[in-house]
């Protein structure tokens, strides 16, 4: 039996969560479904110099789509490589965001890996400086290059 987003209801369902349901796929995070998952999230992954570079499709990281930005970090790390995310089109966090990029990069370290994040608009940063985690995440000052897109 599949779901669709009608069968439940709308205002328990996340953004992320319903643009899977949408889509037929769910964000399992075990790596299986990790490019209908992108997908279907309108998030773009593609090699760089230094490993994965995922791009988030999100202005906002925020409680809905937390658990989708989880999903994401989880289906686009592959295991000994850094792990690029691009914040580019980002303008505001919230702590619950917060928390998955702190989970992510934990867990990429306990790996031999690194999160590395860049793109980060002003009003991100003035947040993870107030947040303490400036110091603690990887933060990059170039752009990723999306070799793909020529």
Do not use: K
Not at 54 to 60: E, F, G, I, K, S
């Amino acid at each position: 039996m599949s779901a669709s987003p009608g069968d439940y209801d709308e205002g328990r369902l996340s953004r992320a969560a319903e643009i899977c349901l949408t889509a037929g796929v769910l964000p399992s995070g075990d790596g299986h479904q990790g490019g209908d998952v992108m997908a279907a999230m309108g998030a773009r992954a593609w090699r760089g110099d230094v490993g994965t570079v995922l791009h988030v499709p999100w202005a906002t990281l925020d409680h809905e789509v937390s658990a989708a930005l989880r999903a994401l970090l989880q289906t686009a790390h592959q295991v000994g490589t850094a792990l690029v995310l691009d914040l580019s089109q980002v303008g505001f966090v919230d702590s619950s965001a917060l928390g998955v990029l702190v989970s992510a990069h934990r867990r990429l370290r306990a790996e031999g890996s690194a999160l590395l994040i860049s793109g980060v608009d002003e009003r991100v940063l003035r947040v993870l400086r107030i947040s303490g985690l400036l110091h603690q995440l990887h933060i990059i000052d170039a752009h990723p290059r999306d070799d793909t897109a020529n």
